[in-house]
């Protein structure tokens, strides 16, 4: 008979596992009992400034129109104002704002003008923490887009599509191309190869990788605590409901002008947006990873939004020239994300670990690169960071740093609760108090 060592390496070989303190004798060897995640989700465009910012100072803060659907979580985060992009600003480059903020938001280094393959940015500040603690989850980090990965082309004045269509960067030269697909978000997550023929075989056949691990499955949760068993009952019944979203997507998959839709991605944007917040929540959950980044569009997209009544391309609204049905429509899709993001931030706070849930051991910095999109301005930029920080974030304010300070500031300050070690990050000039 196989030790409970032998065993539970054996089923964590098939599928991740929420982390079970009794099972593990308290924690994961070699690793906290509630470890700490960061998470950067993307927002691209610009807001409607007037009617995303909110008013007022400190804890007495009220929301905002656009922010409202958040008012609920008013103690799970705060609102940061007065961070900057410098390095998004043309500094003598001419044009390229939107290709220029999305290679500067996590590195604050100014990228090189080129639309060829001698692209040069900075590593960014996801990819100095996976190089530092990486090496503790199955996936040192995870990179994830609801746009198809690019890196080459000419896409903004110049500038080449790998600016554009990447948050993380490896190296001064080499992004980290994000999954858009959530089928192969999955497969990586579960330790699976989309390649090989067995996973092909049980694709195929529609069947749930937690099939594989159905007898040993029960022989745990016979082993398990009362709680422990109603963890790995919640996580299974989690896993089961995104698989089958998954499947139901390709079942159903649709196919765009000039573009083949991937297996595994849902028809609508909604939906491919809540399925990436739901492979990022397991991801989460599992420990198969602590560090993503989720780019909900490029910036630039000229996606449009029918289910919030909106018919326009988005970049287009963004340049508003102060035309007050544009800025309406613009509300309404600053108020869509900050709904989904609610979504994706009341499930994090619904699944309980330790002693609080998987929100209070989190960090999740939404926000963009541009603040007004008609002026493609990168100062005084739209940031939410969510989560307790394990208990070192002061949640439930307004936080208004002085104008200018770099944005990299608050990569460094996350960083060091990160356990990570960051002297600079680009143009940082210290650490903020959040």
């Given at each position: ?133 990486g090496r503790l989850t199955r996936l040192p980090s995870l990179e994830l887009s609801t746009d198809e990965a690019r890196r080459s082309g000419n896409c903004d004045s110049g500038y080449s599509c790998a600016y554009q269509y990447n948050l993380a960067w490896r190296s001064d030269t080499t992004p980290a191309p994000p999954m858009r697909d959530p089928r192969a978000v999955f497969e990586a997550l579960f330790g699976t190869n989309p390649q090989d023929a067995a996973t092909q075989n049980r694709i195929a056949r529609k069947k749930s990788v937690l099939d594989f691990v159905l007898n040993d499955a029960k022989r745990l949760e016979s082993r398990a605590t009362g709680a422990d068993r109603n963890k790995l009952d919640e996580y299974f019944t989690a896993v089961r409901e995104v698989e089958k979203r998954i499947e139901n997507a390709e079942h159903h ?182």
């Open positions: 008979m196989h030790s409970r060592r032998t065993f539970l390496r054996s089923l964590a070989s098939t599928i991740a596992l929420p982390m079970l303190e009794p099972l593990y004798g308290g924690a994961k060897p070699g690793i906290a009992a509630n470890p700490l995640r960061l998470a950067y989700v993307y927002l691209p465009n610009g807001v409607n400034t007037k009617l995303w910012f909110p008013e007022g100072r400190g804890k007495s803060f009220k929301f905002s129109s656009s922010l409202e659907p958040l008012q609920e979580l008013r103690d799970d985060l705060q609102i940061i104002t007065g961070l900057t992009l410098d390095k998004a600003r043309a500094n003598g480059d001419g044009a390229g704002d939107h290709a220029r903020a999305n290679a500067t938001f996590l590195t604050g280094c100014q990228p090189k003008k080129t639309a060829g393959a001698d692209v040069r940015s900075g590593i960014s500040a996801d990819q100095i923490a996976a190089q530092q603690i998959r649709i196919e765009v002008p000039e573009i083949d839709v991937p297996n595994g991605v849902p028809a609508t944007y909604a939906e491919h947006i809540r399925t990436m917040y739901d492979m990022l929540h397991l991801a989460f959950q599992t420990d198969s990873t602590r560090i993503a980044t989720f780019l909900l569009a490029h910036d630039g997209s000229n996606r449009t939004f029918p289910d919030v009544g909106v018919n326009e391309a988005h970049h287009n609204l963004s340049h508003h020239q102060r035309d007050a049905r544009k800025l309406a429509q613009i509300a309404k899709i600053d108020r869509f994300y900050a709904t989904e993001l609610k979504r994706f931030l009341d499930k994090m706070k619904a699944t309980k670990e330790g002693a609080g849930n998987l929100l209070d051991h989190s960090m999740i910095v939404f926000g963009g690169g541009i603040s007004d999109g008609d002026r493609h301005n990168h100062d005084n930029l739209p940031i939410i960071l969510a989560g307790g920080g394990g208990g070192s974030l002061e949640r439930g304010r307004l936080n208004q740093v002085p104008n200018e300070t770099p944005l990299t500031n608050l990569h460094l300050a996350l960083l060091e609760r990160m356990n990570v070690k960051a002297e600079r990050i680009g143009d940082s000039t210290g650490k903020i108090n959040i």
